[in-house]
């Protein structure tokens, strides 16, 4: 079975088992739910309370009652098997399937990997590592510049706008 990544446990917060966690999945308010079950590893842990705060998700879980046990579960990752994945509709992607990608131009030219996404508000921008000792390029995911999504090769084609690689 395949497991994804939609959060990292990365410090504990107050004295009752909460945690603190930077998420790292598409669907935020749908992982992050009362009453999800997400994993550590083979362990379950069944989410008791979430509040947003700041960047992060403040998450309680019923597995977890005291500051030892937050401890012990600190930097870890919060998985979800493959089978919670969901469907998604034709055009919609999930960003492990985007990270990794091959960015070409409609010219031919090579611009780099997709190593991260962002979510900055209004349409995603997606951060292209464009090699070594060159700055990463930051493409936005619109229709004006995204062109082809070719998940099975992992190979994107995108239309290069005036003053995005300067």
């Not at 009362?34 to 700041?54: C, E, F, Q």
């Not at 055009?91 to 991260?116: A, N, P, Q, R, T």
């Not at 996404?117 to 060159?134: E, F, M, T, Y």
Request: glycine content about 8%; charged content about 30%; aromatic content about 8%.
């Amino acid at each position: 079975m395949e497991w994804f990544n939609v959060g990292r446990i990365v410090n504990t917060h107050g004295v009752r088992g909460e945690v603190r966690v930077i998420p790292v999945t598409d669907f935020e308010e749908e992982r992050f739910r009362t009453g999800n079950v997400l994993y550590v590893g083979d362990r379950p842990l069944t989410i008791k309370a979430v509040r947003p705060h700041k960047q992060f998700q403040l998450l309680t879980f019923e597995e977890v009652t005291s500051l030892d046990q937050a401890q012990e579960i600190k930097d870890t990752v919060l998985q979800i098997p493959e089978t919670e994945r969901g469907e998604l509709e034709d055009g919609e992607f999930y960003y492990s399937d985007i990270i990794g990608c091959e960015v070409w131009s409609d010219e031919g030219d090579y611009l780099g990997k997709i190593k991260e996404i962002l979510s900055p508000g209004a349409n995603d921008v997606w951060v292209l590592s464009a090699g070594q000792n060159k700055k990463d390029i930051l493409l936005p995911y619109i229709d004006d510049v995204v062109k082809k999504i070719d998940i099975e090769s992992k190979r994107i084609e995108v239309h290069v706008l005036e003053g995005l690689l300067s």
